[in-house]
């Protein structure tokens, strides 16, 4: 089992920044990747951002690039997500998951049923 809890969540202006940290415990040698979802009101969960336990591979959606970095520190066991030039429309309880199988050399997991172990969210609230 692996267990994760998100923070770093909370309101910021439109153009603000914000880090989401997830702290990871149990079994953590045994993931294989970790990633980023967010979940607006009435909306279906979506992917963020994506990479494997040692940063050979990191893939972000179309819809943060450029403006959200994804990184990890593995001494720590914490996943990182930095969020700049924040826009109303990410605003969203933000979700950072595990997963324990390898991926193939070109595949990127961006579907929840791709990832074993979930976080309880983290809510991002951005103003315009």
């Known amino acids: 089992q692996v267990q994760l809890v998100e923070s770093g969540g909370g309101l910021v202006q439109a153009g603000g920044s914000l880090r989401l940290s997830c702290a990871a415990s149990?079994?953590?040698?045994?993931?294989?990747?970790m990633g980023w979802f967010r979940q607006a009101p009435g909306k279906e969960r979506e992917f963020v951002a994506f990479i494997t336990r040692i940063g050979d591979r990191i893939y972000t959606a179309d819809s943060v690039k450029g403006r959200f970095t994804i990184s990890s520190d593995n001494a720590k066991n914490i996943l990182y997500l930095q969020m700049n030039s924040l826009k109303p429309e990410d605003t969203a309880v933000y979700y950072c998951?595990?997963?324990?199988?390898?991926?193939?050399?070109?595949?990127?997991?961006?579907?929840?049923?791709?990832?074993?172990?979930w976080g309880q969210g983290t809510q991002v609230t951005v103003s315009s």
């Open positions: 149990g079994r953590t040698f045994s993931s294989y990747a």
């Open positions: 998951a595990a997963r324990e199988t390898y991926l193939s050399a070109g595949r990127y997991p961006t579907s929840t049923y791709e990832y074993d172990y």
